[in-house]
Structures are given as C-alpha cells and as structure tokens.
C-alpha cells in the first residue's frame, strides 16, 4: 500500500494545518482585499500573507514547509540516501529573481537541510502538485526512492497578478465557484506538504492510502479550457479504472474549480460525462483562492483533513448553480464520516491530472 | 488614404506579432477573426484591447464590448472615433 | 528493449538530427534562427509564429524527427508521454512579458499564456492531438538519468513512445536537444553496436548522455 500524511499547509490563515483546518471548519477564507494592487490601481481580493508581519517569500516558504513536514515524520529520514524532495510551484521566486525563479530551491535546499539528492522542481502549470503527488508515488512505486516529500509553494506576485489581469480572468469580488455569479479567479499564496511512502512506521500520525492517478493533456488549447472536458474525463477515467473503484465508491469531490466561466462549466461537462455528477463536490478556492503551483498539494491536504475530522465542507462562495450541466456542490458543511475522496486539477497548456485518497 | 486605418494595420501587425503579413494584405473590411481573414483568436481579442490602451488611450473594461469592434478595421476605426468624440 | 529512434539537437550553430548536421543559420538571413528550420523543414503551421522560443523548439524538435528521423510516430492518442526540462523555467519569456507591463502598464495576454515552461508540451500536445501525459521539471543541467529512468518507467506502464529532452533557451544560448524513445523488439545478434545504421540508440543512462553530448556539453 501506497502511504500519504505528514501534510502540512502554510496559508494566510494560518502557519499550521490545525490552525487551517480550524479556520476552514469556521468556513473563513484567507481572501482579503488589497488596495491599489490592480493594473489600474484598483483594489483586489487577494489571499495574501500579511506583508508587514508575515512577509513570505518563495524560498522561505519552501524551507518553512518542509521544516514542518520533517516534524511529523521520523526527522532523519531528511539525510537519507533514499529520500527525494520534490519541489511543485510555477512561478517561483518570479518578482525577486526573474532569471532564475527555481535556483533557491535546489543547490540552496539541498545544503540547508542536509539531503542527499537535489530535489527535482515540478512546474507544469497548476496541475503540478496533483502531478507532484502522482510522481512521488511512482518514484516509490518503481524503488527508486524509498520516501519522497511533496513540499508546494506559489506566491501572489505582481507578475501573476498583471497576467491574469491581461486575461480579464480575475474577479473584482472573492471568487465564487460554481455560481451562477462568478466572475473569475482570485489568486492566493500558500505552501503545503505531503510525504509518500510505503513505510507506515515512518508517520507520527496514522496515513492514508494514496490511490494515485494520471495526467491527460486536453490537445486543445494552450490557456483556454476544452469545451468537452475531454482531457479531465480521461484522467479521471484512467485514474479511477487503475484502482477498479466506480463512481458509487467515492465519496467526494474536491475538483479544481477557479471559478473563471469557461473552466467550471468544463469540469461540469467533464463531470457529467463521468457519471460523477451525483457525488457531494467542492472547490477549495473560495477558502485559499487559486494557490496556481501549491493548489494541487495544498487542496488534498485540506481534502485529507475532511477525511479525518468526518466533515464535508461547503463550497465557499458557492449560492446557486451556473453551470450548464447539473452538479451536487456543497452548499453547507456537513458532518459525515467518509472514505475516499477524488482531487482534480486542470491548468494552463491543457493539463488535467487526478489521484484519490482513501482511509487505511 | 485614410490615416487611421493604416495606422491600425501596422499596429495590429506590431502588437500581434503576425508573420508574413503587411499593411497592404489587410483589407479595411476583411474579418479579422474569420479563418479567411487573418484568422485571430480569443488572446488575440485580447491584445487588441491592449493595442487600444497603448495607442489610443481608450480604456475597454468589458472585453465583450471590443467584439463588435473587432470585427474588421473599418469597425475598429469607427470605434476609436466613436471613443475619442 | 527500449530504443532511442530519433533526435534532434537545435543550438546556435547548427540544427541536427540523429547526429547529422541540417542546417547552419545563415546571417544574412531576414529570419530567425527557428524560423530558418521551419522553413528549411517546409512545415505548415501557422500557429508556430505566435509561440514563443521554447514552444517552437519543441514543434520543431518533433516535426524534424517525424521528418528526418523518418519516424511515422502515429501513436495512439493516449500513446505518448511528454517529459520536458530545463534550468530557469520561461526565464526569457517571463522578461519579455515583464517589460511589456513595466513600460506602459499594459502588460501582454499573448507573451503571458507562454509564461509557464511546460506550455511546450501542451503545444506539441495541441500539433500532433496526443492526449497522454506531459511533464515538465526544472534541473540544474540535463540529467541522463532522470530521463531514463523516466522512460522505462512509462513504457513499462504501457506508452508506445515518450518524447522528451532539453530545452534552455535564453538571450546569450540555444540548447535544444528532443529525443524519440520507442520500445523496440529485441535484435537477434547479441553483439549490437551501440548505434545502429538506422541511427537508433539503445537506451541508457550512458549512451543518452553520448548523443546530448554530440553538440552540447
């Protein structure tokens, strides 16, 4: 059996999961607005560390992470010849180090915390820390390392922030998934962490079972979404069909969910295509907004502390359906204990990835 | 000759870095977005929006409103007129 | 046995497949360097002139192996994966749409959408209508290895080919280097040469290394 746990998520609204998941059970949101950050000088929601008391740049919020995941495993696992750190952000250190947005988080890394190998950066858009995961599983799948910790990092920088200004594709109110009112995304900044390893011992905390799943490229179109959700219907397909489990043994649905028009009304296709469309399903963004490179990682951590506390929880900004097809999305937190869950992620370049996680 | 429109062709070859085109192959009327005309596509609508801010200082705060205005560069002329009385 | 059936170098110098020099650029050309072995290539694909340098690599490094490597490549859709890396992600393309914003404030939609390294796999993904999976990751300098074992790996998993490589791309260099790695049915004569006349290579950390290596260091 595949282990995941050790997660950790640093996020405005907290510097510890269980700050997190307190926060999020309070159904709060790391969305704040901040003043004169727009193209025009217009303020923005944002979901940002607090810049006079918190300031957290990329490189620190990489070593921070992974200090706490270290805390949750057996320590010296670190210096073992056997472990891989694999890196998952898309942008970097952008605003600081234009040229070399990843260079603090390999030779830098490595000496800090004393690793034998360089950790390996994923950048593949915002399906990278899904795809992270799905890598380290099967890096320890093929033997070719015994442990690997998943740390995920993005920031809010004025670079992103200009982009998806470019694009029209940020909202002027704290995004809405799913909801018929939706205007776009609204862009957060936040690290999370996860450790895969077939070794249970190696957990201070019970882990959860990673049923890890495939990636599918939409071959559509490099920054709109497909309108058929065909990419997303077949990474989902091939993750489920891998591990033999039908839509009846899921249990929930933590789906991408930007709440630009065109993405959400893809994964409603998508969903509806996959016979999902029954299943209790969220977005996450409504709590951290859309944390690009760590929103992979970042969402199945706070999906695998609804697993453990046996809560369901609402769709944050969610009121009433706007998407074409129909959709069970959570409009209130609901206490249930549960098994399994599914996490999607879809991005720029055509990008869709998939995994599942399960109880022991 | 009418200035503007020239001017908007060059542009539009500047801002949407077109290859192989010159001023003299855009008709005024030809559909920018149609796959006979120079074939844009939706990044493309949105460089035009850009174009219209660097150019001619008008501000399009709903990328909708451009569509119609995009169409051809007798419409965007007659857009940048519209905008500038 | 798993092989190397075709690859493609692009530096500023030359333009190579299967170790055989293409193309030179010539300097008194009105074109660009890339845009020279599209034409050379005579390919047809319009949308190459809108993306940036590392997307065309890649479109250039598949189409010149289908090409000249005489590979058919008619996978099935779900047949191939992509695995791409370099050392500073879209360096080049994040400055270009840098400038775009810090000179007028009217930052560029059509330099943004190319500001993310792995927008190379989604445009070969795009060309050739594959719908496997597509990786991309940030090394130091290229590593044998990692693109070794990677392939075992997925065609051990069942991919009919993976197409990957090198692609570091920035003002002062060009180092394109897109490999073909098939599995191949096993030759009966067990004393093989390393590269056959066909230009195939066997797969291996070493010998991936070698043909890098025939005009990169």
Known sequence: MMYIGAETMISPMGASTEENWKSMLANRSAIGWVDQVGLHHEKLPLARFDALTTDRRFHSLVFDCLQAVSQAIDASLLWHASTQVIVSATKGAVDDHLDRPFDGVMHPLQKAFDLKRLPLIVSNACISGVQAINIADELVAAGEAEHVIVIAADLASQFVINGFQSLYAISDKPCAPFDIARKGITLGEAAAGVVVSRNRGIFKEEPLSLLAGYSSNDANHISGPSRTGEGLVRAVRRTMARHQKQAADLDLLSVHGTATQYNDEMEAIAINRLGLQNLPLLSLKGYFGHTLGAAGVLETVATMQMLRHGVQLKSLGFEKLGTSQPLNVLANNKVKEFNCFLKTASGFGGGNAALMVEKI | MDQLKEDLKHQIIEQLNLEDVTAADISDDMLLFDANGLALDSIDALEMIVLLEKYHGIQVVNPEEGKSAFLSVNSLAEYIRQKSN | ?217
């Open chain 3, 1 to 217: 046995m798993i092989k190397i059936t075709g690859y493609c170098h692009i530096t500023d110098l030359l333009c190579a497949v299967n170790g055989k020099i293409l193309l030179q650029p010539s300097p008194d050309s009105e074109h660009s360097w890339f845009r020279q072995i599209y034409n050379f290539a005579d390919i047809q694909y319009p949308k190459f002139h809108k993306m940036d340098a590392l997307a065309q690599a890649g479109v250039l490094g598949v189409e010149l192996i289908r090409l000249f490597a005489a590979r058919p490549m008619d996978f099935q859709d779900e047949g191939v994966d992509l695995v791409f890396a370099n050392r500073y992600a879209s360096a080049a393309t994040d400055r270009r749409f840098q400038a775009s914003y810090a000179d007028h404030m009217s930052p560029s939609p059509a330099i943004f959408v190319y500001t993310l390294p792995n927008i190379i796999t989604g445009e070969i993904a795009i060309l050739k209508k594959w719908y496997g999976e597509n990786t991309f990751v940030v090394m130091p300098e290229f590593d044998p290895g990692f693109f070794t074992s990677y392939i075992q790996r997925h065609i051990a998993r069942g991919c009919e080919a993976v197409i990957g490589g090198w692609v570091q791309i920035d003002e002062e260099n060009t180092e394109v280097f897109i490999f073909l790695a098939e599995p191949i049915p096993a030759e009966p004569i067990p004393a093989e040469p390393i590269q056959a006349d066909d230009g195939a290579v066997r797969l291996g950390v070493r010998e991936l290394l070698e043909i890098y290596q025939q005009h990169l260091s």
